[in-house]
């Protein structure tokens, strides 16, 4: 989806239309964040994760608004409604975004361009939204292909054509390529992919670890990744990024609190016991940590999740340190997801990461 929430927000409220608008932390606030931006803020810069206060700066006239996730929820469902029209094979990696494996269409259109089209058109004339596709033989083409047109695109990369479209892609445009991995790839004289391909696996693995080999592999087009339509969840979390600064150990606990009964809720909703729990925290200079504890049996009940993210900040000594965010997961379900695909495998089914 091209800028889903602010989308969702300028189609709500014709009064945000055409302006740029910011959706995310106020500015007033200690440490609001940006959650995404329209295309109008983004002409000025503005880009999601960067401090509100920042934003305003960049541009004073833009519009700022606090996020409706459950807004954006519902407008999420009925866009994989759409998506169920033309394929069951379909992989959501958030609210805004999906893989969909068309190879065997439902409605036998037999394009895969043609079927992007339709979804791209059903979009725009059932929600008032727009989106942006990207077509190809696998999901990382597929994934950098969608990116390259937006609002509104459409691309599409066909074999013939991939590898000289891989060997002209900025390294910052990988998918998967982070700030970081960027400015180090360009520090060794490697700027697009031709310089990448220039490298061995070895050399490679060696410079950036296991993902290395993913390097070596995507420089070249291949990615035999599958869409996985019912992945196994490997972990349950919940997670809050505040208006302002927490800096007492009483307003972070109160958080939690917060925080540990969304959890405890989803875990009971699938009938899952993590054995694991980690505790995340992001201070106001975006540092972050992760506090785990992990038991002989899996839990799900809310007073030993929230004693057990309480005594893992405690340790962290958190007065006076400004926070963020806070979030809790509970993973390492083992046995338990074992249990649960023999006794109930059609509520397997409906398992998906948070």
Same mark, same amino acid.
């Given at each position: 989806?091209?800028?889903?929430?602010?989308?969702?927000?300028?189609?709500?409220?014709?009064?945000?239309?055409?302006?740029?608008?910011?959706?995310?932390?106020?500015?007033?606030?200690?440490?609001?964040?940006?959650?995404?931006?329209?295309?109008?803020?983004?002409?000025?810069?503005?880009?999601?994760?960067?401090?509100?206060?920042?934003?305003?700066?960049?541009?004073?006239?833009?519009?700022?608004?606090?996020?409706?996730?459950?807004?954006?929820?519902?407008?999420?469902?009925?866009?994989?409604?759409?998506?169920?029209?033309?394929?069951?094979?379909?992989?959501?990696?958030?609210?805004?975004?999906?893989?969909?494996?068309?190879?065997?269409?439902?409605?036998?259109?037999?394009?895969?361009?043609?079927?992007?089209?339709?979804?791209?058109?059903?979009?725009?004339?059932?929600?008032? =939204? $727009?989106?942006?596709?990207?077509? !190809?033989?696998? /999901?990382? @083409?597929?994934?950098?292909? #969608?990116?390259?047109?937006?609002?509104?695109?459409?691309?599409?990369?066909?074999?013939?054509?991939?590898?000289?479209?891989?060997?002209?892609?900025?390294?910052?445009?990988?998918?998967?390529?982070?700030?970081?991995?960027?400015?180090?790839?360009?520090?060794?004289?490697?700027?697009?992919?031709?310089?990448?391909?220039?490298?061995?696996?070895?050399?490679?693995?060696?410079?950036?670890?296991?993902?290395?080999?993913?390097?070596?592999?995507?420089?070249?087009?291949?990615?035999?990744?599958?869409?996985?339509?019912?992945?196994?969840?490997?972990?349950?979390?919940?997670?809050?990024?505040?208006?302002?600064?927490?800096?007492?150990?009483?307003?972070?606990?109160?958080?939690?609190?917060?925080?540990?009964?969304?959890?405890?809720?989803?875990?009971?909703?699938?009938?899952?016991?993590?054995?694991? =729990? $980690?505790?995340?925290?992001?201070? !106001?200079?975006? /540092?972050? @940590?992760?506090?785990?504890? #992990?038991?002989?049996?899996?839990?799900?009940?809310?007073?030993?999740?929230?004693?057990?993210?309480?005594?893992?900040?405690?340790?962290?000594?958190?007065?006076?340190?400004?926070?963020?965010?806070?979030?809790?997961?509970?993973?390492?379900?083992?046995?338990?997801?074992?249990?649960?695909?023999?006794?109930?495998?059609?509520?397997?089914?409906?398992?998906?990461?948070?």
């Amino acid at each position: 989806m091209d800028a889903f929430y602010a989308s969702v927000e300028q189609r709500d409220n014709p009064e945000y239309r055409g302006k740029p608008l910011v959706v995310g932390g106020l500015p007033q606030g200690r440490g609001g964040v940006v959650a995404t931006a329209s295309y109008e803020a983004r002409k000025f810069g503005i880009r999601s994760a960067m401090p509100s206060k920042q934003a305003l700066q960049l541009c004073p006239d833009a519009l700022f608004v606090l996020p409706r996730f459950a807004a954006y929820k519902e407008v999420s469902q009925k866009i994989r409604e759409i998506f169920g029209r033309y394929t069951d094979l379909i992989e959501p990696l958030s609210l805004d975004e999906a893989y969909l494996d068309v190879t065997n269409d439902k409605l036998n259109i037999g394009s895969a361009i043609e079927i992007a089209k339709q979804i791209k058109q059903a979009i725009t004339d059932e929600l008032q =939204l $727009t989106a942006s596709a990207g077509i !190809s033989i696998n /999901k990382f @083409i597929a994934k950098t292909a #969608s990116d390259i047109n937006k609002p509104d695109g459409l691309t599409f990369i066909g074999p013939s054509a991939i590898e000289g479209f891989m060997e002209k892609l900025p390294v910052e445009k990988f998918f998967g390529v982070g700030k970081v991995t960027a400015q180090k790839m360009k520090k060794m004289g490697l700027h697009t992919g031709e310089d990448l391909k220039k490298l061995t696996e070895e050399e490679l693995t060696k410079h950036f670890g296991k993902v290395g080999k993913f390097y070596y592999q995507i420089v070249r087009g291949i990615d035999n990744r599958e869409i996985q339509p019912h992945r196994e969840t490997k972990s349950l979390a919940a997670e809050d990024t505040f208006a302002y600064d927490l800096t007492t150990i009483e307003e972070m606990e109160a958080e939690l609190d917060k925080i540990a009964k969304t959890v405890c809720n989803r875990l009971q909703n699938y009938q899952l016991k993590g054995r694991t =729990l $980690t505790l995340k925290i992001k201070y !106001s200079d975006f /540092k972050q @940590i992760t506090r785990n504890q #992990s038991f002989p049996v899996g839990l799900n009940d809310l007073e030993t999740i929230c004693a057990t993210a309480k005594r893992l900040l405690a340790a962290t000594s958190p007065d006076g340190k400004k926070t963020r965010l806070l979030g809790i997961s509970l993973s390492n379900f083992g046995e338990v997801m074992i249990k649960q695909k023999e006794e109930k495998p059609s509520d397997q089914l409906k398992l998906f990461p948070f």
